[in-house]
């Protein structure tokens, strides 16, 4: 499929939708694109400092290459401060090693960031490498922001990626980036709670609608995930469709919409809350740490406020319970780090297969409390806290959110998502409708 995007109005698409979230910070990505601070934006904006004669172009090249410089590259970044202060340790360590090129970090806003990208790819004026959530990769590679490495990526000697974070990174079977640091979803389960009822932990979906049931009293529901109307709502349930082999485009298909009328069941029986349409991630880690739920789904960034919460609960971790035949499947958050087009790919590649290789990536995102999307990591070797090993060998069964019309899909899928558990209507009528808007979006591409 080739994309016919006019520049603008992909700004105002995508913008509006990191507004709505792609998942946002809780929804595994950590992109924490909340901040309206603008003050690095002009400096971001002239990230690429390029002349736009190609023949000057050529010539301070040349100076460079003959007077031994070495090329500094941007990285647009919306970062915290904790994390942008480790982020730039990596980055200082990389340039103190590299002999040809030199990082330079930019902090952009998440917003911003996205304006400036569509807005640079019309005037020509980004910076070199971009920073984004992986659920936007596809559609910035759609839109031509980016720059094809799958070159750079088959020559690599390190080409080594877990199947889903390089899904992440793929469009029309070419590679627009690395996987930078990743993260996923499991299933927490209070261990006392299914003690006292007699109850395993589910595998199965039957086995979760059973042992939901059993859990639920006066105190407390069985089970809990996300079910808002936005981005975090869509990476807790898409797990679900994709354990069924479905995916984005297939919401229509049998396994698709059971997924959603399990969520829904159970709502009307009265084993999960009605409210969880209202609850952020953050808000249902909260009700499991108030033993308001017996079970959840939820991601490896709750671990720690959820061990801060209840410091005495007695929980574990386990598979996202899948149907009778299905495939175990997690929800993939996380980055990618992006080369825009235009820009010395070289030079950026040079730093993003550096913090991506063997050596530096399971290091560094250990240090960033994720996950390295390489699938030659042993991870016992990283890890011996036995929850956080569990959520690191679970990236294998890792799914990411790809179309290069993510956002406009994942809005289809909300609305009716949301319309089953209010239960408004049912899956199979409800997912009709969405699958008709996306067959519409399709039919566009």
Known sequence: MKRKVIGMVLATT???????????????????????DGADTEEAASGNEESSEEGTEENADAEETASGEKEEVTLWHALTDEEVDLVQSYVDEFNAQSEKSTVKLVYTPT?????????????GDMADMVLMD??????????????????????????????GP?????????????????????????????????????????????????????????????????GEGTFQIYPFINSAGGDINTLGDEGSIEAIQLIGDMIQEGSVSKEIMNWSQADVEKQFASGNCAMM????????PLRSDNPDLNWNVSYIPIPEGGTYATGLGG????????????????????????EVSPRFCKDMSRFSARADVDNTEWFDDDITLFFANYMEHSFARVHPRWTECASALQVAFQKVYSGEENAADAMAEAQEEIDAINAEE
């Open 166 to 230: 390089l899904s992440s990174v793929t469009y029309e079977d070419k590679i627009y980036g690395l996987p930078y640091s990743c993260n996923c979803l499991a299933l927490f389960y209070n261990e006392d709670m299914l003690t006292e009822a007699g109850v395993e932990v589910p595998e199965t979906w039957d086995e979760l609608k059973t042992a939901a049931a059993a859990l639920t009293t006066d105190e407390h529901s069985g089970f809990a995930l996300c079910g808002a109307k936005d």
């Open 134 to 163: 992986n659920c936007y990769t596809s559609e910035f590679a759609a839109s031509g922001v980016l720059e094809d490495l799958t070159s750079y990526y088959d020559a690599w000697e390190d080409n080594q990626i877990l199947e």
């Open 335 to 358: 980055e990618n780090l992006c080369v825009t087009k235009g820009a010395n790919a070289e030079a950026c590649w040079e730093f993003i297969s550096w913090i991506c290789g063997k």
């Open 297 to 304: 789904v939820n991601g490896v960034w709750q671990v720690e």
């Open 111 to 123: 917003d911003e960031m996205i304006k400036q990208l569509t807005i640079g790819n019309i005037a």
């Open 14 to 36: 995508l913008t509006a939708s990191m507004l709505a979230g792609c998942g946002g910070a809780d929804a595994g990505t950590e992109t924490n694109g909340t901040s309206t």
